[in-house]
């Protein structure tokens, strides 16, 4: 992680806990974090689960990546330290989200596992959860969906350091959640999530 550079300074414990939070909100939050290659489906998936979980009378919010480097992220590109220090802001931001009780869905190419690893510790070393959402499509599929036509800019040298053309992406190993984008509707997608949340307690408040 970055290196502390400012000192004297100090974490200020309030009185009202996150599990207080919790059994406020009715739910045990948790960062959502789904990972995969543009045009895989991470936003969609996110959109139509934050939906189905405000119908569920549960709170979250969506991290996008491309709402994101709008605004606190805007000073950063895409080269590799680029890409690290975005994922460590979003980690940050998205455990803040958890610390009040809700559900992160953060939706992030997050292309390098050892980006992810580290998000996933930081969670780790305060007792929060975090989840690894892998919204798997493969490139030939989200090559021909290309969205917003980055693909296409990509393949004709416009856009450099573009993940599945001249940037790797290297796959989860170990996901909490596989989801197959190119096999299953959206509907089954956020099925298989809220199934997941259901069965592993976190839509009761703790």
């Not at 189905?52 to 709402?67: E, F, I, P, T, W």
């Not at 709008?70 to 998205?94: H, S, Y």
């Not at 596989?178 to 096999?183: P, Q, S």
Request: one cysteine or more.
């Amino acid at each position: 992680m970055t290196e502390q550079i400012a000192t004297n300074v100090h974490w200020h414990h309030g009185e009202v806990t996150r599990a207080d939070r919790n059994r406020l909100l009715h739910q045990k939050a948790a960062t959502l974090w789904f990972t995969g290659l543009s045009g895989s489906g991470k936003s969609t998936i996110a959109v139509a689960l934050e939906s189905a979980l405000y119908g569920m009378g549960k709170v979250s919010y969506r991290l996008d990546g491309d709402n994101i480097r709008l605004g606190i992220n805007k000073n950063l590109g895409f080269t590799a330290d680029d890409r690290t220090e975005n994922i460590r802001r979003i980690g940050e931001i998205a455990k803040l989200f958890v610390d009040t009780g809700i559900f992160a869905l953060s939706s992030f190419i997050s292309p390098y596992r050892e980006d992810r690893d580290k998000v996933r510790q930081l969670h780790d070393d305060s007792n929060f959860t975090f989840i690894e959402v892998f919204v798997d499509c493969p490139l030939a599929e989200a090559e021909k969906r290309d969205p917003k036509g980055l693909y296409k800019k990509a393949r004709a040298g416009e856009i450099k350091n573009f993940t599945g053309i001249d940037d790797p992406y290297e796959a989860p190993l170990n996901p909490e959640i596989h989801l197959n984008t190119a096999t299953m509707t959206l509907e089954e997608e956020v099925q298989t999530i809220i199934d997941y949340l259901d069965k592993n307690g976190f839509l009761i408040g703790s």
